[in-house]
Every structure is written in structure tokens, then in C-alpha cells.
């Protein structure tokens, strides 16, 4: 029965990523089309607006500055918002200013859609924060993770000077994309009773006649656009384990579907841009693969249960229940948590500190890989990446300078793509080992042993990859841990993002070389194998021995 | 003389013995830090190094063994893959010396003002100066002949004895210094200063002193520098992390660790592949100017191939006789066809004979006895017999025979020029055969599309590679040679300024284009070319232009570059492939390793079942020093290549590198593990 649940999600995913990869190709293609009918008229109002004129293409470093200077403007004024939060209005349960650090790392926890979060809404966030600070950047930052995905994936396909034009992208995002269908989410949300209110706290007398206080606010609202954007910063501090965040399994699958089906479509609209639909199954199947390992992974380890809970007679036949949520059970739990870090969304809903080693290696795993489906647009710029990384290793074995898509892959691409790639490991591992061997960051660790070690490796492997769901049980609201996550998450955003930009452009201005039999296929199986072998051997390997030292030691000595 | 000899110069004790002098004075830190792979393993070297000597400064008193055998190790390991690369650049050298040798001073007859003959050194020649070359002097320079005819000896520049005939003007002109003469004498204009003459460049491309990285291997460099980076980061923050859990990781193995997961085998053979890659383009007798453009070889995708010579043998092949004004196509004109060649070896005399006997025409030559021969000489351009009764029997080039036979007043047929035009006008070489006053005949030579072109075609269209045939040839006849010989496309009447025009076409839509050539009006195409191969035969001009010269003036070896730039390319590419699959088996051989002691659950992923930990980090990091010399071979040979589709090669090689360099390590190293888990 639990498998039946898994395998419908998956079968309704597989059924809308065509229309909705179609849909997202429209919106973005710049050629004529019916979504412009419907949409138009606001949109050149809010051009008109903003005072922009002509909307030629830019090329990627003007691209890359603009998305970059609207980040910064925004995170500066979310900023002044949080430390400025008593003189807000909507903020019926007098929340007081945020503190430095942990403003600080709020605010680039969410402008690079990581949603980490090292404070829980309920106690420190006034109404006017969740939706002018926290929804805001949820808009923003998946809608310019998205635009910059488009810009990457023109540069890859069409042949010129520039990728388009960042500020039409970024408000076509919003206005065609995420802010119709958070408005329908919503609704949906309401009626299956997710809260939407501005009204204060309830205090409520229990049974027993005692005084509980039970947070509610603009929940519905916050929470379709936070799996809709692969945001995951929850509403309240549990996240979606929260009953009401996530009420019962159908807003369950609601919310899985919602973060997972953009991710899963943009392969698809790659397809449409590069004209081969062939080319974009492959990068989609390559992700599913993966994914569907690490889902039969986390669902095994799960409902195989703890093993030390048979040792203390504990009944655990219907597996390891611990920190789920009993509506959800396993399946609904094992299936949130493998799409939440796969598509680095980041929202919970159940402890994933909880989970049994290997249990807990599958979304650490799906972190560190970082191109399973993966968040607005990154991950499909990851994917893409290997996929070029893929081709240059292996394309030179048929005996011709390695081309993707019929382009030419050269010293300043690769020269590029390592950076990205060294990158990633970089911000994962060092900041692991300073967190170990200092103090300051052993203060935080509430686990000995390896378990110790997994906390802190997801702590950053999570704001590296912009994940941002916490293995919880850190206590990683101290100077070091704002100050040293905000730092990997920025890192881990723009480096990447700002390299492949550039792959873009230096691609854009090469010469297509045309394709013969002799030529090296990025469009079947056997690619997509390659890809899925290029990925583990140079994305998992390197984490192979910090992996061990945490879950797989964890696993191997519980046993 | 360098085709013969350079086979076998791989693996001579000389060699060998010259590359293990160069391993060990490339060790320096200056030479090595160019190639950052190794580079990081010569500093592992040193930092091992030091804590078997100084043991006291590192608390590593009780592991100096353990400490002394993975420095040897590693020292190896470095030292293998210096040699590796001197052994390639060794290779180079030898023919360099060779060359050097051809290279011995020699007199030059400088023409001084007033038209005297002033004997000086070839090296103080300069460009400009006028100098004369007779019979059986060495041509001092390289230059142009300005004045006369001679057959000059090649052989020492392109191996093949057979003289070639050097004339003033047209595409014949140019001459090569250490070259001799052989025949009549020549005027040359000096177009080389000392020092950079066209053996100087060939000494100095395969030394390979000059040798630039091509754009692919800096890229791939690039790549193998990151990879090594990402797993310094991996091996650095270990000690810290295990140190959380209780495990102080000893220097040595975190050295271990690290020296076997970054790419050593790609790093320590790159460079030898790529140098070994330009010495089989030379073995080919074809000389690269650049790896770039022997990597741009293996990247075509439309060749442009002129028919004569290339696709056919030329205007050779006996295969008709025509009889010319009252002469009747009979047994007279056969029997004086037969005559005039009978003692000529040149291969259209011979095709003659050979047309004749295949066809079984009947030919009487009993006249011919005792007659004596008269060669070919460039200036008659005709070749004949003078019989024992006195007629002169010639054959030759229509106009030269009519001359001939004009200046013994003898009356040429009126329709003697009509049919060589109808001979020449369908692509072929109409030859007349005159005796005294009267002219007999036309041998018609015909050109023949060379055996096994047409599947060479066929195997380079499963390359992915268009073939375009040039011709002068009217329409008609192109189009047959060209179904005949099975190219994709051909240009008929074709002018170089046609060629040009091709390149630009194909290079318009993102190909690559190869093309031969020889003559001066070849030498723009040449330089539009993405690669373009010269004729040694040919103008200076030309070869200037071309990326590469054919010392042999076989155009058809185009085809040969092509597999060889592509066989250097999949020899990069499955090395590379080959290892960064063989860290998989490393990992499980050292990881568990590492942390068995404190964790002996860690046993679990000990699958290869390895003697004890410290046996399992020798085990797998002897692997890692011998794979290289292992491998070597296959560096210098580049790997097995036979024409077929992309996808094909690609699942061939995945299967042979990918998987291969999966397996093979976990093989291995359990079987040095059998081995080495006897002391430790």
C-alpha cells in the first residue's frame, strides 16, 4: 500500500512535466505565443513601472550584475526590516528586532533560496517579516534562480552576443509563473484547512484547564509559495511537520508536488530550447535514476527500523517511526525527505535528525550531489554542467575535441567548471573541519561520535547546495554558526551561478559544429549513464571519506 | 633513411638508458611544478622523505619503515612518469640526430656580380644570394631554382630514392638544402638565412623544443590541476574530522590517500601522449608544424582531395591507342607502341606493355633488338629507342614528338591534335609515338582510380568525414571518377580560387576542413584549411602556408593524419577515463584502511578482503606507481583505433577504459596485497 502511495506522486510528476516544461518554454522562449495574451498587458504595465524601455538581450556579465545588484538591494532592505521588525505594523505578538548575526544569516538564507533557518518563526518573527522579508525573498529568489537557468539554457542553445534580459525574466517568473500558481495553491491549502490569518496567537484553556498557546498566521500563503519556490523556510520552527503547515497526506503530496514538479519540468524545457526533446529526457532521466536510488534507499533504511530498538524490545515492525509524523507514516516521510533535499527545498516534515544512518545519508547524499532535479534552476545548471564535464572526459574517446550540443568544449569552459566544482566541496569540507576542530563550533554539537559528524557535514552541505532543512538537534544559533553558514550559503549560490553564466556566454559566442555520425551523442542511454557515472565518480566520491566518518561509521557500529 | 630506422628506436638500450638520465634530472622542482599532478606528489615525496630522516620532529619514530616504503613509492611513482615523458622526448631526439647528420657542411658556388663563381660555406649563404648546383653536388640551402633543370636525389629528406626533376618556374621550383643533384645543373636563389632552413625547423620540431600545449590539453590540465585541488581539500580536512571521533590519521597515510586518488596516471602520462602523438604524424614521414594541427586532424569533418594522385594514380595507365592520319588502328601501330617502350621503365611505359598483355593484343617487337635506349630527359620530354637499322623510334608529350618530328621535316596529320584534345578534354594524357618523319599514333593514358579508395571513403564516411574531389576534368568525366571512387561530392574544372571558395562553404557551417596541395595557387587553400598537408614536391610557397608537409608527396596520407589526430585524442581520453574509474577500487582499499583500528566494523567495506591496513595502503599505492610504466606503451601507441561511428567507439572504449579502469585496480591491488601482506 505504501509503495502504491510512492508510485502514484511519481506517476502524476511524470505526467506534468511535459505540459508544464512546455508552458515554462513558452513563457521564456521570446517567440509570439498565447501566455503573452493573458499576461501582457500587467507585465507592460509593470515594465512601464519600472522604467524599463527596451528589453534587448543583455549579455552574460551585464545579465550577471543585474540579477546580482537586485539581490543585493533586496537583501539590504530585508535586512533593515528584520533588525527594524517593532515599528511594523501587522505584528500582533510584539516580536522585537532581530539580532545581528542571526539576521544576517537570515536574510542570505533566504535571498539564496536555502531557507535556513536558525530561528523559529513563531517566536521571532512579526506577520509584516513572514510575508514582506521571508515571502518576498521566496518570490525573488526562486524567480531569479529560475531566470538565471533560462539564460544558461539560452546560452547553451542559441548562438549570438547576449542570454536575454534579466529583469523580463525575473518579472515574467513572477507574474506567469510562481504568482498565479501560489495563488491557486493557496486556496487549495485554506480549504484543506491550513490557517490564513492576521489574527494573534490563540490562547486556548485544555482539557485539564490550563493555558495553551497555539501560534497560527498567514500560513497557506507562505507555504505554497515555500515548496512552490524550493524555498523550505517554514512558517513555524517544525517546518512542515507541523499540523498546521501540513495538515493531513493529500497537502502532504500537495507539497511535495508542488516543489518537485518545476525542478522536474525544466529538463524538459531545456529540450525545447536546445530543439531535442531527446536531449532533455536524457538530463531528466539521469536526475529520476539518481533520485529513485536514494528514495529506495531512505525508504529501506526506514522501514528496515532502528536496529538498537530491537535490542531494547522495542516493536519495530512498522519501522523507525522516530521524529516521523504518524499521518504521514513512512512512505509519506521517506518520499518528502528524498524530494525536499533532492530539490533542495529544505522544508521538513519529519526530523531528519531522526533518521537511521543510511536513512540520513540519503538527503546529505542528494545535498552534496546537488543536480538531483535540484532547486529553482540550479540544479538543472548543475546537471548541465556535469553533463559538459560528462562530454569532456569521455567525448575525447571518440577521437574529437569533446563538443556539447554542438559547441566546442575549450580551456576557458573548463577552466570555468572547475572553479564551480572545486568550489562546492571547498565550502562543505573546510568550514566541517573549522566547525570539528574549534570550539566555537563544537558548542553547537549536540551529538558525540559520528553522529556528531553527520550534523555537522548536513549543517553545511545544506547551505552549500542551498537546501537550508537542518539535521535539527544543532544548536547553530551562536555567532559562529549564523556567521559561518551565511557565509557558505553566499558562497555556494553565487560562485557556481556566476561560473556557469559565463560557461553561457563563452558558449554563445562559439561557432555550432555540425553534427555527423562520427560525432559524440548526448541524446541516448548510454549518455545518460555516462552522466549518472560522471556525476558519482567526481560529485559523490570526494565526500566519501567525511561520509564515512559520519553515517556510514554510524551505521556500520550500530549494526 | 628515417622511416627505416625509427620503428624499432622505442625501446633501444640507448634510449631507455638517455630517458632513466632525463627521469632524474626532470625531478627538479622548477620542471616539475609545470604539471601540477605530479608536482603535488614530488612534495609528498619530500614531506615523507623528511619524517623517515628526521623521525624525532614528527613523532614518527616507530613507523620508519612503514614511512621509508611509501617515500621509495612515491619516488617511483614520480621517477615513472619522468620517464614516461623522457622516454616520448627521447624518441624525438633520436630522429633529430638523424636529421643532424644529413645536415654536414657543404661548398656552395656563390655567383658573384660579373658572373664569376666564388666557393664559400653553406653557412654563410644568405637570402638572395644566387648560387649553381651541378651533378653530383649536394644543394648547399634551401631555395628556388631560377635557371635550368635538374634531377635531384631526395631521399635524404623524404626516404624515396627515385630522383624528381627540379625546373625554373612553375610548381617544380623549389629545392631543399642537403639534397643532391643528380643530373644537369641548376640556378638557385637562396631563400633561407642560416639556421632556419627547412631541416633546421624539422630539427627543431621533433626535439620538440618549441613544443606549445594545444588547447585541448590545457584544458585538460585545467581539469586534472581542479581534481587535484578538490581531493587535496578531501585529504586536508580528513585529519581534523576524524580527530572528532578519536582517529589521529598518521601524515604518511593521509599522504597515501591522497597521492592515489588524484588523476597520477592521466598526469604522469599526458605529456608523453601528446608529444608521442606528433611522433607518429612523423613516423608517417609527415611533418606536423604544430600538435594543435594534428589535433585539429582528428577533428574533420570534410576533406578536399585532389584527384590526381590522391584518389588516382594520375595520368598513367596505358588503356587505348589511337591512330593518327592514314595510319589504321593495326597491328603497325601496336608493334610500335610495343617497341618504344620496351625498355622504358617509367610506369606509363610499363602500363603499355601490361595493357597490352592483359588484353592479349598481339605486338611483334622482334625490330627492336639491339637497339639503343634513349631516356626520358626533362628538356625533350620524350623517351625512345634508336634500332640497330637506324629508324629513331620516340614517345612523348604531343607537342615535344610533333617538334621532333617537324625539325626532321618530317609532316605531322592534320588530325593529330584533334584527337590528343579529345584525349586530354576527357581527363586523360594523350602520348604520340613517332618513327623518323612520321608520326603513327596516340597512346592514350588514362587515369585509374587507385585499388581500396572507395573503402577507404566508405570507412571514412563511418568516421563522420565528407570527401570532396577536385579535378580540372570536364563535368563528365569527374562525375565518373568520382561514382568510380565513391567520394561524397566532387568539383569539376576546379580552380584554386574554387577551393577556396569550398573551404569557406564547409568552414561557413562550423567544419573542419583538411586539404593537400602543392603548387603556389594551392597556397591560399592551404592556409584557409583547417589543416592543410603540403607536398614536399612542392613550392615553398605552399609549404609555407600548410600546417603540415608530407616529406613523401603522397597526398592520399591525409587519411592517416586523420586517424592519428583522433587516436591522440581517444589516447587522452581513455587514460583520463581509465584514471579516475581506478579511484573507486582505491577508495575501498584505503578508507577502511585508515579507520579499521578504531573502527574494526570497518572491516565491512573492506571488500577486496586485503591482508591488514598497512598492507592495503602499500598495496594500492604500488598500484598507483606501476600502472604508469604499464601503461606507457599504450601512451606511445595511442590506443587501438579502427574507423567506425562515434557511438561505436565510445561503447567500445567505455567498456575497455571505463569499465576496465573500474576492475582492473581491484585485481590489482588484491594481488600486490598477496604479496606485500607477507612483511606487513
Given at each position: 500500500m505504501e509503495m502504491v502511495q510512492i508510485a502514484v506522486v511519481v506517476v502524476i510528476l511524470l505526467a506534468l512535466v511535459k505540459p508544464l516544461g512546455t508552458y515554462v518554454y513558452h513563457v521564456f522562449s521570446n517567440e509570439a505565443n498565447w501566455t503573452d495574451k493573458v499576461f501582457g498587458p500587467f507585465e507592460r504595465l509593470l515594465y512601464k513601472f519600472i522604467g524599463i524601455k527596451n528589453r534587448d538581450g543583455m549579455s552574460w556579465k551585464k545579465y550577471a550584475l543585474s540579477f546580482i545588484v537586485t539581490n543585493l538591494i533586496l537583501t539590504a532592505a530585508a535586512y533593515l526590516l528584520l533588525r527594524l521588525q517593532w515599528i511594523h505594523l501587522f505584528n500582533p505578538n510584539g516580536m522585537e528586532g532581530m539580532e545581528a548575526t542571526l539576521s544576517f544569516n537570515t536574510v542570505i538564507s533566504f535571498i539564496t533560496n536555502t531557507n535556513l533557518q536558525h530561528y523559529s518563526g513563531e517566536s521571532a518573527l512579526s506577520y509584516f517579516s513572514q510575508m514582506a522579508v521571508i515571502m518576498m525573498m521566496m518570490f525573488t529568489s526562486a524567480a531569479t534562480g529560475f531566470s538565471v537557468a533560462i539564460a544558461f539554457i539560452r546560452g547553451l542553445t542559441s548562438r549570438g552576443q547576449t542570454i536575454g534580459h534579466f529583469f523580463e525574466d525575473f518579472v515574467k517568473a513572477h507574474t506567469r509563473i510562481f504568482l498565479p500558481a501560489s495563488f491557486v495553491i493557496t486556496l487549495v491549502l485554506v480549504a484543506l484547512q491550513v490557517p490564513q490569518t492576521l489574527d494573534p496567537t490563540l490562547t486556548v484553556k485544555t482539557l485539564e484547564g490550563a493555558a495553551q498557546q497555539i501560534a497560527i498566521g498567514p500560513v497557506a500563503s507562505l507555504e505554497s509559495i515555500k515548496h512552490l519556490g524550493t524555498n523550505g523556510g517554514g512558517f513555524f520552527g517544525v517546518n512542515s511537520a507541523h499540523p498546521f503547515e501540513n495538515p493531513n497526506p493529500l497537502t502532504n503530496v500537495i507539497e511535495i508536488l508542488s516543489m518537485w514538479v518545476l525542478p522536474a519540468a525544466l529538463p524538459y524545457t531545456f529540450g525545447r530550447f536546445a530543439k531535442s526533446k531527446k536531449q532533455g529526457w536524457v538530463i531528466f532521466s539521469a536526475m529520476m535514476v539518481l533520485f529513485l536510488v536514494c528514495l529506495t534507499t531512505v525508504y529501506a533504511a526506514e522501514k528496515a527500523g532502528n536496529p538498537v530498538f530491537g535490542g531494547l524490545g522495542i516493536d519495530a515492525s512498522q519501522g523507525s517511526m522516530e521524529g516521523k509524523e504518524v499521518r504521514f507514516g513512512i512512505a509519506g516521510s521517506a518520499l518528502f525527505t528524498a524530494v525536499t533535499t533532492a530539490a533542495t527545498t529544505g522544508s521538513v516534515n519529519n526530523m531528519h535528525d531522526t533518521l537511521t544512518p543510511i536513512g540520513g545519508l540519503v538527503p546529505m547524499a542528494e545535498m552534496m550531489l546537488n543536480v538531483v532535479f535540484g532547486g529553482k534552476g540550479v540544479g538543472l545548471i548543475n546537471m548541465l554542467m556535469y553533463a559538459i564535464l560528462a562530454v569532456f572526459l569521455c567525448g575525447l574517446m571518440v577521437g574529437r575535441t569533446p563538443e556539447f550540443l554542438g559547441r566546442k568544449i575549450e580551456p576557458r569552459e573548463v577552466k570555468l567548471i572547475a572553479v564551480a566544482i572545486l568550489a562546492h566541496p571547498f565550502i562543505i569540507l573546510v568550514p566541517t573541519a573549522l566547525a570539528l576542530l574549534t570550539d566555537a563550533g563544537r558548542a553547537g554539537i549536540t551529538n558525540p561520535g559520528f553522529h556528531g559528524i553527520s550534523q555537522v557535514l548536513y549543517e553545511f552541505a545544506s547551505s552549500a547546495a542551498n537546501n537550508g532543512s537542518g539535521f535539527e538537534g544543532l544548536g547553530d544559533n551562536t555567532t559562529f554558526w549564523n556567521i559561518s553558514t551565511g557565509l557558505v550559503m553566499l558562497l555556494g549560490r553565487y560562485i557556481s551561478i556566476i561560473a556557469m553564466l559565463a560557461v553561457a556566454g563563452s558558449l554563445l559566442r562559439k561557432q555550432p559544429v555540425p553534427e555527423t555520425i562520427g560525432t559524440f551523442r548526448t541524446d541516448n542511454a548510454l549518455f545518460t549513464g555516462l552522466l549518472i557515472g560522471t556525476v558519482l565518480l567526481i560529485g559523490a566520491l570526494t565526500f566519501m571519506p567525511a561520509v564515512a566518518l559520519g553515517p556510514i561509521a554510524e551505521y556500520l557500529t550500530i549494526r | 633513411m628515417m622511416t627505416n630506422n625509427r620503428q624499432k628506436r622505442m625501446l633501444t638500450a640507448d634510449a631507455v638508458q638517455r630517458a632513466l638520465k632525463e627521469s632524474l634530472l626532470k625531478l627538479n622542482p622548477v620542471t616539475m611544478v609545470k604539471n601540477p599532478v605530479m608536482f603535488v606528489v614530488e612534495v609528498c615525496t619530500v614531506i615523507v622523505l623528511l619524517m623517515t630522516v628526521f623521525p624525532g620532529y614528527f613523532h614518527s619514530e616507530d613507523r620508519i619503515g612503514f614511512n621509508l616504503t611509501v617515500f621509495l613509492i612515491l619516488l617511483f611513482t614520480v621517477l615513472f612518469a619522468n620517464f614516461a615523458e623522457a622516454l616520448a622526448e627521447g624518441r624525438g631526439k633520436a630522429q633529430a640526430d638523424s636529421l643532424k647528420k644529413t645536415k654536414q657542411e657543404v661548398m656552395a658556388n656563390k655567383l658573384v656580380e660579373g658572373g664569376s663563381i666564388n666557393v664559400i660555406k653553406s653557412t654563410e649563404l644568405h637570402r638572395g644570394d644566387l648560387v649553381i648546383a651541378s651533378q653530383g653536388e649536394m644543394i648547399p640551402c634551401d631555395g628556388e631554382v631560377v635557371e635550368g633543370v635538374a634531377s635531384v636525389d631526395e631521399s635524404a629528406i623524404t626516404g624515396e630514392s627515385a630522383p624528381v626533376i627540379k625546373e625554373a618556374g612553375?610548381?617544380?621550383n623549389s629545392v631543399t638544402g642537403g639534397t643532391r643533384v643528380v643530373s644537369d645543373w641548376i640556378k638557385i636563389r637562396v631563400i633561407s638565412e642560416p639556421g632556419e632552413s627547412f631541416i633546421d625547423r624539422m630539427i627543431s620540431l621533433v626535439e620538440g623544443a618549441k613544443r606549445q600545449k594545444t588547447p585541448n590539453e590545457i584544458a585538460l590540465g585545467t581539469l586534472l590541476t581542479s581534481l587535484t585541488l578538490i581531493f587535496l581539500i578531501v585529504v586536508v580536512t580528513l585529519g581534523p574530522i576524524a580527530k572528532f571521533v578519536g582517529i589521529e590519521l598518521e601524515v604518511p597515510v593521509l599522504i597515501a590517500l591522497l597521492v592515489c586518488l588524484i588523476p597520477t596516471t592521466i598526469g604522469g602520462l599526458l605529456s608523453a601522449i601528446g608529444i608521442a602523438g606528433m611522433d607518429r604524424v612523423a613516423q608517417y614521414n609527415v611533418l606536423a608544424m604544430s600538435g594543435k594541427a594534428v589535433e585539429a586532424a582528428g577533428d574533420i569533418n570534410t576533406m578536399i582531395l585532389d584527384k590526381t594522385g590522391t584518389i588516382t594514380f594520375g595520368n598513367r595507365m596505358a588503356s587505348e591507342f589511337v591512330a593518327v592520319g592514314s595510319?589504321?588502328?593495326?597491328a603497325e601501330l601496336l608493334n610500335w607502341a610495343a617497341i618504344s617502350s620496351l625498355k622504358d621503365e617509367t610506369p606509363e611505359g610499363r602500363s603499355v606493355l601490361d595493357y597490352m598483355k592483359r588484353n592479349g593484343l598481339p605486338f611483334d617487337t622482334l625490330g627492336a633488338e639491339g637497339g639503343e635506349f634513349i631516356p626520358f630527359r626533362a628538356v625533350t620530354r620524350m623517351s625512345g629507342i634508336d634500332l640497330p637499322d637506324g629508324r629513331q623510334v620516340r614517345k612523348g608529350a604531343v607537342d615535344a614528338v610533333r617538334n621532333w618530328v617537324l625539325s626532321q621535316g618530317g609532316i605531322v596529320p592534320d588530325d593529330l591534335t584533334g584527337k590528343a584534345n579529345v584525349i586530354a578534354s576527357a581527363g586523360g594524357t594523350p602520348l604520340a609515338v613517332a618513327v623518323d618523319k612520321d608520326v603513327v599514333g596516340l597512346i592514350y593514358l588514362k587515369d585509374t582510380v587507385k585499388p581500396g579508395m572507395s573503402e577507404r571513403f566508405e570507412q571514412l564516411r563511418q568516421m563522420g568525414i565528407k570527401t570532396i574531389m577536385c579535378t580540372g576534368d570536364n563535368p563528365l568525366t569527374a562525375a565518373t571518377i568520382a561514382k568510380e571512387a565513391g567520394v561524397d561530392g566532387y568539383i569539376a574544372e576546379s580552380t584554386p580560387e574554387d577551393k577556396i571558395e569550398v573551404i569557406r562553404r564547409e568552414q561557413a557551417e562550423g567544419k573542419l576542413v583538411a586539404m593537400t596541395g602543392d603548387g603556389t595557387n594551392d597556397a591560399p587553400a592551404l592556409a584557409q584549411a583547417d589543416v592543410g598537408i603540403a607536398m614536399n614536391s612542392g613550392t615553398t610557397a605552399a609549404k609555407e602556408a600548410a600546417?603540415?608537409?608530407d616529406l613523401d608527396s603522397d597526398p592520399s596520407k591525409i587519411i592517416e593524419v586523420v586517424a592519428i589526430g583522433k587516436q591522440l585524442l581517444m589516447t587522452r581520453g581513455a587514460l583520463t577515463t581509465f584514471s579516475i574509474a581506478n579511484d573507486i577500487a582505491k577508495y575501498f582499499a584505503i578508507i577502511p584502511a585508515m579507520f579499521m583500528i578504531v573502527i574494526p566494523q570497518m572491516n565491512a567495506l573492506n571488500v577486496m578482503k586485503l591482508g591488514s591496513p598497512y598492507s592495503a595502503i602499500l598495496s594500492a599505492l604500488i598500484f598507483n606507481a606501476v600502472i604508469i610504466p604499464f601503461l606507457i606503451p599504450l601512451a606511445m601507441k595511442g590506443v587501438a583505433y579502427r574507423p567506425m561511428s562515434g557511438s561505436r567507439l565510445l561503447g567500445r572504449n567505455l567498456l575497455i577504459y571505463g569499465l576496465g579502469g573500474m576492475l582492473a585496480p581491484f585485481i590489482g591491488i588484491k594481488l600486490i596485497d598477496l604479496v606485500v601482506h607477507i612483511w606487513v
Open positions: - | 612553375g610548381d617544380f595510319h589504321v588502328k593495326s600546417n603540415m608537409v
